[in-house]
């Protein structure tokens, strides 16, 4: 059973970074798309970004292009989710999720994916 542990959420201002971490153990993920949601309240949770565990392929949202990168620690075992330029509308509950996705695909609805973390809440303050 595959396990995904968020860390790194908290509150900041306008303008600050923060770098989100996904622990992800249980299994192997070298055919696994990981991915970053994140559910504004109010809001239906949507995809931010998502990369592939085995070859680095990603994929970031138009909404967040140029500000947040996704990488993975293959020493670590963690995907990460590094947000610069931070703003009150990135305020939201983060969630990491992982799906088998043996074709190579990147998923990007949340159906798409099985195993989902906790999530870690981030709050930007104006």
């Known amino acids: 059973q595959a396990q995904l542990v968020e860390s790194g959420g908290g509150l900041v201002q306008a303008g600050d970074s923060l770098k989100l971490s996904c622990a992800a153990s249980g299994r192997t993920f070298s055919n696994y798309a990981m991915g970053w949601f994140r559910q ?3 809001k239906g949770r949507e995809l931010v970004a998502a990369i592939r565990w085995g070859g680095g392929r990603t ?3 138009d ?3 140029g500000r947040f990168t996704i990488s993975r620690d293959l ?3 963690t995907v990460d989710l590094q947000m610069n330029s931070l703003g009150p509308e990135n305020t939201a509950v983060y969630y990491c999720a ?3 996705a043996p074709d190579g ?7 798409d994916y099985d195993y989902w973390g906790q999530g870690t809440q981030v709050t930007v303050s104006s």
């Open 40 to 42: 504004a309240p109010g």
């Open 59 to 61: 994929y970031h949202a």
């Open 63 to 65: 909404s967040v292009k």
């Open 75 to 77: 020493t670590k075992n």
């Open 98 to 100: 992982a799906v088998w």
């Open 105 to 111: 695909t990147l998923p990007k609805s949340q159906s």
